[in-house]
């Protein structure tokens, strides 16, 4: 290996020990055309270097990656739930009492569990205008609903089952109203 080269290897193996950005892309490019020989050398060096711990910046980074896009979107802008959720309902002239229900939704879908094509254009025009980013961006993206749990039962008799789903049986839901029309598309019927 020339001088030149196992120059440019030393500080790279510097900077690793004193914690600095190792810039390997700027170190081959300084290295013209040893490049070629120069990055097999720091392959190796960086296999058996012992690995640097975490820092809060680079955790945070990495936690942030698997936040819906719309969630690190308004937490890059300092806001939170509640402003997004009181500018929707001006914006879209609600009932002060509509307020709770439209959080409920708002954090469905930021969280990526509401289907966001069903969602209106005015409360998309909301959250864009607020957020600085398109609805695209914005969208998390469709995936598999979550697996259920299979569910196992033990043996018990006709009555008893029929007594438990008759105390489990959830109210009627309401009929649709502005709040479900926003978030959910307008009822059919």
């Given at each position: 290996?020339?001088p030149?080269?196992?120059?440019?290897?030393?500080?790279?193996?510097?900077?690793?020990?004193?914690?600095?950005?190792?810039?390997?892309?700027?170190?081959?490019?300084r290295?013209?055309?040893?490049?070629?020989?120069?990055?097999?050398?720091?392959?190796?060096?960086?296999?058996?270097?012992?690995?640097?711990?975490?820092?809060?910046?680079?955790?945070?980074?990495?936690?942030?990656?698997?936040?819906?896009?719309?969630?690190?979107?308004?937490?890059?802008?300092?806001l939170?739930?509640?402003?997004?959720?009181?500018?929707?309902?001006?914006?879209?002239?609600?009932?002060?009492?509509?307020?709770?229900?439209?959080?409920?939704?708002?954090?469905?879908?930021?969280?990526?569990?509401?289907d966001?094509?069903?969602?209106?254009?005015?409360?998309?025009?909301?959250?864009t205008?607020?957020?600085?980013?398109?609805?695209?961006?914005?969208?998390?993206?469709?995936?598999?609903?979550?697996?259920?749990?299979?569910?196992?039962?033990?043996?018990?008799?006709?009555?008893?089952?029929?007594?438990?789903v008759?105390?489990?049986?959830?109210?009627?839901?309401?009929?649709?109203?502005?709040?479900?029309?926003?978030?959910?598309?307008?009822?059919?019927?």
């Open positions: 290996m020339s030149e080269l196992e120059t440019l290897l030393d500080e790279l193996v510097r900077r690793h020990a004193r914690g600095e950005p190792l810039d390997v892309e700027g170190t081959l490019r290295a013209g055309d040893g490049a070629d020989e120069l990055a097999p050398l720091i392959e190796a060096f960086l296999a058996r270097a012992p690995r640097r711990g975490l820092t809060p910046a680079s955790l945070r980074f990495v936690q942030s990656l698997d936040d819906p896009p719309m969630l690190r979107a308004r937490v890059a802008k300092a939170k739930v509640d402003d997004v959720v009181d500018a929707i309902v001006t914006e879209c002239e609600l009932a002060p009492e509509a307020r709770p229900r439209v959080r409920r939704y708002y954090q469905q879908l930021e969280g990526g569990i509401l966001p094509t069903r969602v209106a254009a005015s409360v998309w025009d909301v959250i205008g607020l957020l600085g980013r398109s609805r695209a961006l914005l969208s998390a993206p469709a995936g598999p609903p979550p697996a259920a749990a299979p569910m196992y039962r033990a043996h018990a008799s006709v009555d008893l089952q029929e007594r438990l008759t105390l489990s049986a959830p109210e009627p839901p309401a009929p649709p109203d502005e709040v479900d029309a926003l978030f959910l598309g307008e009822p059919e019927g």
